[in-house]
């Protein structure tokens, strides 16, 4: 099983102002596609 991608579930989130939502590439992040096979362990 890889991971495909990773979505930030805005609606989920309560308080965008604390970390790591703070942070602007991850702020700005809506989905990230991974070209290569990811497993995590």
Avoid: C, H
């Avoid at 790591?20 to 070209?35: M, N, V």
């Amino acid at each position: 099983m890889y991971l495909r991608s990773v979505e930030l579930m805005s609606a989920k989130i309560g308080n965008r102002d604390q970390y790591p939502f703070d942070i602007p590439a991850i702020r700005s992040l809506e989905r990230l596609e991974l070209t290569n096979n990811v497993t995590f362990l």
